[in-house]
């Protein structure tokens, strides 16, 4: 689930930063929440 929201994240990150240059800060917190997003993944590890 965590992957998913970060790929996801990744992605629209990507995608901000190649159409809308003026909106820097809204797409780094994307990027921000991705790692994050990651990091809870791997701490949290995989559960059934």
């Known amino acids: 689930m ?3 929201i ?3 994240l990744v992605v ?3 995608g901000g930063f ?3 240059k ?3 800060i809204l797409i780094h917190l ?3 929440f991705a ?3 990651v990091i809870g993944h791997f701490l949290t ?3 059934a």
Do not use: N, Q
């Open 2 to 4: 965590f992957l998913i």
């Open 6 to 8: 970060a790929l996801v």
């Open 12 to 14: 629209l990150w990507i």
């Open 18 to 20: 190649v159409m809308f």
């Open 22 to 24: 003026s909106a820097g």
């Open 30 to 32: 994307l990027l921000i």
């Open 35 to 37: 790692v994050i997003s």
């Open 45 to 47: 590890g995989r559960r």
